[in-house]
């Protein structure tokens, strides 16, 4: 229309936002008040050679636009010239490799189509031990995006890039490179076999440099101890599915295992002293002090599933690495004739379905979830030792509360509150939790029992009930600047793609006049970006809707499995212009989940309807009636004086 010479040089762009192009595929997308300019193609300075445009390269390969034209014209060929054939180790290499990683996140191509000389140059750069951390930090992220892509790609790497060697870079200070070494282990946990994580230890003692480091520990670490954790205790999965197998010579070695162990029996007697009636007879009696339900064949007890098998092997594990608490155990019991005798089998196989649903066991690994326990790190056979320690607090527990056969039912539930109130302690070593779970014994989780009882009483009585009311109205609108305030001062998110959790950065923040919700991506160990730096903007005045859970269009694009339940737990969108697009959201935590979807509802003119409001308010309620309460006997003192 402008008769230029040579328009294949030019292309309009937005001259706000993320500037991107305007190209025959998006123009229909472009909004009435769009202000664009003319400028130079982004394939332009591509065709003499990419080592000269690197750094335009880098700045425009997030453009969608550009990577595709650049992919379509083998700019990726340019790219792989660089890397197998170059010599530079520092910034421009650097440059080079993140350009890549940008140009890679558009899913254009796939990491399959690599040269195996392209691969062998970046594995190379993380065995190296003289190397720029920037481009070893982005080696490692290129690898990692390529385990999950293909087995094939899986054994590549694994034979490459050692365990040993990635371990070296968790000794390091750099807490970047610690990161990316973390994130790759991870990707090469989680693409291995059951045998080979076997052959890892389940990736137990990797995370044991992390968690004595002085450093404070960053969401994303957290949430790869808390991988490491899950995947290492879901190798017992299999084994708590597993029912017994009344033909398995094995399995029977192990149970007559338990019984020899316990006693010094006649039934063991050599072979023609007694009848084969009366050798069952005996067994099955040793059997009953043992604690299992059905003592002429104990296996019955093991058919249930979970636990499983599971229970037999924490069983053997008990009477085999601590004898003389086992024998203690059963003699100490088995010689009783009070009916106050505590079930040994029968407790240890309900103790180790308590500890497989308290620990998780057997459960997908959760996209974002960051809890776990600092002393399962370092700890060999930690569910088993676990074990061992719950299974004395169970005989313990039993004695202390005179229980019999009846109360069964009645004591696990008082070890579950002991086992689930020490761990959310946190303690960090097994032998602090064996202190702290023997401390809180049945008279210590009565006393907690009814301070908890009190106080809920306390909360219901009439006047009280009236007072609360009159207070609500003023609580919440306390709760409401909260949450505004906290919208004001930003949050980081995280991209989740179908391929891996980490992707890319992000950051959001409302607007001091709350008018106005920024956002944009950010780099890595950016925490808390200027309101100038994030270029997207949305006005409030804009925002239509927010959606939660299924209802956000990024859910429903992701698959239904277990394994994202999490994420629909944590994702929220804005519908927003009357062209109705989203901005969607997968929150860090659940708590901030709850500010944000709140806060979004102050801005809408809507009720706060997460369950974090109420317990805020349950909070300032208490509060609020603690004072009165407290100037109420103040000034009723006074008054008698």
């Known amino acids: ?89 520092g910034e421009i290499l650097a440059h080079t490799l993140k350009a890549f990683m940008e140009l890679m996140e558009h899913d254009f191509v796939s990491w399959e189509t690599l040269s195996a000389a392209f691969i062998k140059k970046i594995v190379s750069y993380v065995n190296m031990n003289a190397m720029d951390a920037s481009v070893q930090q982005l080696s490692m992220s290129i690898l990692e995006n390529m385990v999950p892509s293909s087995r094939v790609l899986f054994e590549l790497v694994k034979k490459e890039v050692t365990v040993d060697r990635l371990l070296t870079h968790l000794q390091v200070t750099n807490a970047q490179l610690q990161l990316k070494a973390m994130a790759l282990l991870i990707a090469l946990l989680l693409a291995a076999t059951d045998a080979e994580r076997r052959v890892w230890g389940g990736g137990q003692h990797w995370g044991t440099n992390i968690i004595h480091s002085s450093e404070p520990l960053g969401d994303e670490m957290a949430h790869y101890l808390y991988v490491l954790q899950s995947v290492s205790l879901n190798l017992h999965e299999r084994r708590m599915r597993t029912s017994v197998d009344p033909y398995s010579q094995e399995q029977r070695e192990l149970l007559q295992s ?120 370092g700890q060999d056979h930690f569910f088993e030792e676990l074990f061992c ?101 930003g949050t980081l998110f995280r991209k989740i793609s179908s391929r891996r959790r980490q992707d890319k950065l992000w950051y959001c923040r409302l607007s001091p006049n709350h008018k106005v919700l920024h956002y944009g991506d950010v780099e890595e160990g950016v925490h808390s970006p200027p309101i100038e730096s994030l270029p997207e903007k949305i006005p409030v005045a804009d925002m239509k809707a927010l959606l939660v859970g299924k209802e956000c269009p990024h859910t429903k694009e992701k698959s239904s499995g277990k394994q994202n339940k999490d994420v629909l737990e944590l994702a929220f969108s804005i519908v927003y212009d009357v062209e109705e697009y989203c901005l969607n959201f997968v929150a860090p935590t659940r708590y901030e989940f709850c500010l944000w979807t709140d806060g979004l509802n102050v801005l809408l003119g809507k009720e706060m309807t997460s369950e974090r409001t109420q317990t805020d308010l349950d909070v300032l309620l208490s509060m609020e009636l603690k004072l009165r309460n407290l100037n109420f006997c103040y000034d009723f003192s006074h008054a008698e004086q």
């Open 1 to 89: 229309r402008w008769s230029l010479p040579n328009a294949e040089r030019y292309a309009l762009q937005y001259t706000d936002g993320r500037q991107t192009y305007i190209t025959e595929l998006n123009r229909g997308e472009i909004k009435n008040g769009s202000i664009l300019r003319l400028t130079t193609s982004p394939v332009h300075p591509l065709s003499p050679s990419l080592k000269a445009g690197a750094g335009v390269s880098l700045l425009l390969s997030q453009d969608v636009t550009f990577a595709q034209e650049f992919i379509n014209r083998n700019g990726l060929k340019q790219i792989f010239y660089i890397v197998e054939e170059g010599n530079d180790t």
């Open 258 to 377: 338990l019984r020899q162990s316990a006693f010094e029996s006649e039934s063991d007697a050599p072979a023609g002293t007694f009848s084969t009636e009366r050798r069952r007879s005996l067994c099955a009696k040793e059997f009953r002090k043992l604690g299992f339900m059905n003592n002429s064949n104990p296996a019955e007890d093991l058919r249930r599933a979970p636990p499983g098998l599971l229970a037999l092997d924490n069983m053997v594990y008990f009477s085999r690495h601590t004898p003389s608490a086992y024998s203690r155990f059963v003699l100490e019991n088995s010689s009783r004739e009070d009916k106050h005798e505590c079930p040994f089998a029968r407790s240890s196989i309900q103790l180790t379905l308590i500890l497989c649903e308290i620990l998780h066991v057997g459960e997908p690994c959760s996209e974002t979830a960051q809890a776990f326990y600092p002393m399962f790190f």
């Open 389 to 489: 320690i719950c299974i004395q607090l169970v005989n313990k527990t039993w004695k202390e509360m005179r229980a019999t056969q009846e109360d069964f039912d009645k004591v696990l539930q008082v070890v579950r509150e002991q086992i689930t109130r020490t761990l959310s302690l946190k303690p960090t070593s097994l032998e602090l939790f064996k202190t702290r779970v023997n401390a809180l014994n049945y008279s210590e989780i009565l006393k907690l029992r009814q301070t908890e009882r009190l106080h809920q009483e306390e909360t219901l009585a009439v006047p009280v009930l009236e007072l609360r009311e009159r207070l609500k109205p003023e609580l919440l609108e306390l709760i409401r600047q909260q949450r505004l305030l906290r919208l004001c001062e």
